[in-house]
């Protein structure tokens, strides 16, 4: 195609994973013209590129999908308790050929920039094509009204700068990074970096053909037993004629999960009573462990209850007491950063080919040929080398696009000191974008589809109030962001989430990026109705305009 022809659309839509895709089929149910720019040679966002071994979701099937189409509900089973990557790329894959998105999506299109019009009511969208396809696909830059990010919040994948990584004379991955046609590490030495929720899927898994794994800690976990197990045609048709009630409980819930969270502080009831509770959480497995009690996220000392009752499980499970030691957390509470569930975690750690290197004690120093050198001198000799060490989250993907605004000022200038947003979804000075579960909405500390699909209906009515009152221009205002901040702020600090120094809804993951509570923790249904509100209101805290030209 010729450099000087671009395509025009009333939006775009960067990334085809689960926002991308819902964005697009409400986005033609307006009417509007779109496009879908992604990056991949398919669907998916994170389920298409994160294809470790192990990987597989933490919440569980019946609730892990979109809720906007009841017939899709019903005709789609899930095979497990908790879905394992390439099923939902297969789920991901219907949706989209169900509803016909494929049409609208340009695979193989990475977008390198984006600048607004002078005027705001516009912009051009640099793209690129990608390796990882070989769609011959158009370079053009596209033009639209509106830009819209789904490019989700643990996309930017996070590799730690070890000198001498280039010299390795293995093989080395990223998780999120993961070659799709696999990586066979049968009778190789295979070491891992990182134990989050990513590491702790993978090491089980990496464990049974390498001929030895190492893993290199640096902040022990906790983790709950996930207890996947096959879903039966029974559980399925339950859950199926249960829908209604499930999306109900989950609009009313704090995490976008169908639970209904004890309203008993972990203080209350006599220490027996407490153990039995936990011990059933700890038996039915998963993420619902959380809910055991009200105040687990509130209050220290209830909080330390919970942690204990984890510190006995890895006590009792790893049979050597100086391994099982280097597994305690102690630096901070159960949930305090992003809770893992697993399978076989902590029995991994019984293997004689497995062995715990504590790399906070003993930090990692350099990459060497031959493996891992630590500051001690001690050098770990590995085949393949694996960084399960997460994503520079939530404005990581937003900076690598690095939008410019009408004024000429970058996201990235704008955001130096820290991300500021008018609920997550605006940033002033940007008029005209939208950003799907970006910082200080609810996002990561949720079930995702359930925000996304909140946020994508939310701009949707937007977009049809705009059409409806015939506004061509949208943008927050500094004001009223500067508040939503605040509120986030405060919200924040009435829970004990800020208070886990190396935790990613920090920032603390990545060298050099400012530490501020990126998620919104006030809860999602305060969030929902927070933007229901801002929407009666004629989308106060917005500024909203008319064409010139059109008035
Ligand atoms: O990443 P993480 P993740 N040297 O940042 C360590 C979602 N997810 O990919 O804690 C040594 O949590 C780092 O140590 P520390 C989920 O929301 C979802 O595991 O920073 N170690 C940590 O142990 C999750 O929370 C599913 O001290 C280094 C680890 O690497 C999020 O993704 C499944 C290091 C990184 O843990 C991210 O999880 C999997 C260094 N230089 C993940 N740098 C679902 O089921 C980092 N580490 C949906």
């Keep these: ?62 609730y892990y999908c979109y809720s906007f ?37 340009r695979f193989g299109t990475r977008v390198t920039g984006a600048r607004a019009d002078a005027d705001g009511r516009g912009w051009t969208v640099d793209t690129d094509t990608d390796t990882d396809t070989d769609t011959d696909t158009d370079t053009a830059p596209v033009r639209c009204r509106f830009l819209i ?14 000198p001498g990584l280039a010299d390795f004379a293995g093989r080395w991955f990223h998780t999120g990074r993961w070659p799709h046609d696999g990586v066979d590490v049968t009778g190789r030495r295979v070491g891992v970096v990182g134990t989050g929720s990513t590491g702790i ?39 199926k004629a249960d829908y209604p009630a499930i999306r109900e409980v989950q609009a009313g819930s704090t995490n976008g ?31 619902r462990f959380r809910a055991s009690y009200a105040d687990l996220l509130a209050d220290e ?25 280097t597994l305690l957390p102690r630096d901070h509470g159960f949930a305090t950063k992003r809770p893992p569930i697993d399978t076989g975690y902590f029995e991994t750690y019984n293997r004689d080919d497995v062995t715990l290197v504590d790399v906070r004690a003993d930090p990692i120093e350099a990459v060497v040929p031959e493996g891992l050198r ?27 696009l690095d939008p410019v605004g009408p004024d000429g000022t970058s996201l990235r200038r704008a955001w130096a000191a820290g991300p500021r947003s008018y609920l997550g979804l605006a940033v002033s000075g940007f008029p005209n974008m939208f950003t799907i579960t970006g910082p200080f909405s609810p996002s990561v500390l949720t079930n995702m589809p359930t925000s996304i699909e909140q946020h994508v209906d939310w701009i949707a009515d937007c977009l049809a109030h705009m059409r409806d009152t015939g506004a061509d221009r949208i943008e927050a205002d500094r004001d009223a962001e500067r508040a939503w901040a605040e509120h986030t702020r405060e919200v924040s600090e009435q829970t004990l989430l800020p208070r886990a120094a190396t935790s990613w809804y920090l920032g603390a993951n990545v060298p050099g990026k400012p530490r501020v509570f990126m998620p919104y923790a006030g809860g999602f249904a305060r969030y929902t109705a927070a933007c229901a509100d801002v929407a009666r209101r004629g989308f106060e805290g917005f500024r909203l305009t008319g064409s010139p030209a059109a008035a």
């Excluded at 994170?46 to 071994?53: D, E, L």
Aim: proline share 6%; with cysteine.
């Design 1 to 62: 195609m010729a450099d000087t022809e671009v395509d025009s659309f009333d939006a775009v839509v960067i990334g085809a994973g689960f926002a991308g895709l819902y964005m697009l089929h409400r986005l033609r149910g307006l009417g509007l013209s779109a496009v879908v720019l992604e990056q991949g040679a398919g669907v998916g966002g994170t389920w298409y590129w994160n294809r470790y071994p192990g990987a597989r979701c933490d919440s569980e099937s019946y």
């Design 374 to 400: 630590l500051r001690s001198g001690t050098v770990y000799e590995l085949d393949d080398l694996v960084f399960a060490t997460g994503f520079d989250a939530l404005t990581g993907p937003l900076l690598r």
């Design 69 to 105: 189409d009841s017939a899709l509900e019903q005709e789609w089973t899930w095979s497990e308790r908790y879905p394992r990557q390439p099923e939902i790329k297969d789920y991901l894959d219907h949706v989209t050929d169900r509803f016909d998105l494929r049409r609208d999506i």
């Design 201 to 239: 899927q993978a090491i089980p898994v990496l464990a049974e053909p390498a001929s030895h794994l190492t893993v290199f800690q640096r902040t022990a976990n906790y983790s709950i037993p996930a207890r996947n197990g096959p879903l039966s045609r029974a559980e399925s048709d339950a859950y």
């Design 149 to 162: 990010t789904a490019v989700g919040c643990l996309s930017a994948a996070n590799v730690p700068d070890i």
């Design 301 to 325: 000392a209830a909080n330390e209850t919970a942690s204990e009752f984890i510190r006995d499980r890895i006590r009792e499970t790893v049979e050597d007491p100086a391994v099982a030691e």
């Design 257 to 287: 999960h169908p639970f209904v969270v004890n309203p008993q502080s972990a203080l209350e009831p006599p220490d027996d009573e407490r153990e039995r509770a936990y011990r059933a959480a700890w038996e039915r497995g998963g993420l």
